[in-house]
């Protein structure tokens, strides 16, 4: 059974950073493309950023270009969305998702 499980969420002031971490069971973890999506309240789930399985290469949304780092440690079957300078408008429930899979989602409120 595929299994994303997301943390690191919490609340934070603006300029703060936090962490999240997705850690993943149930599939050569290895083998996937991983990816954080992120969902405002009142507006559609939009796609952050994502690591690609085989040369671990990356891709940023505009939006957090230059604030966000993802990674991914394959050992520990984890990907993770280091997220700097965050702002009030970072404010959303952040997923992870590995193709048709999604984990439960972790807050993450930037206070002004």
């Known amino acids: 059974e595929v299994q994303l499980v997301e943390s690191g969420g919490g609340l934070v002031q603006a300029g703060g950073s936090l962490r999240l971490s997705c850690k993943a069971s149930?599939?050569?973890?290895?083998?996937?493309?991983i990816g954080w999506f992120r969902q405002a309240p009142g507006k559609e789930r939009e796609g952050v950023s994502v690591?690609?399985?085989?040369?671990?290469?990356?891709n940023y949304a505009d939006s957090v270009k230059g604030r966000f780092t993802i990674s991914r440690d394959n050992a520990k079957n984890t990907v993770y969305l280091q997220m700097n300078n965050l702002q009030p408008e970072d404010t959303a429930v952040y997923y992870c998702?590995?193709?048709?899979?999604w984990g439960q989602g972790t807050q993450v409120t930037v206070s002004s």
């Open positions: 998702r590995q193709g048709v899979y």
């Open positions: 690591i690609r399985n085989f040369d671990g290469t990356t």
């Open positions: 149930g599939f050569t973890f290895a083998d996937y493309v």
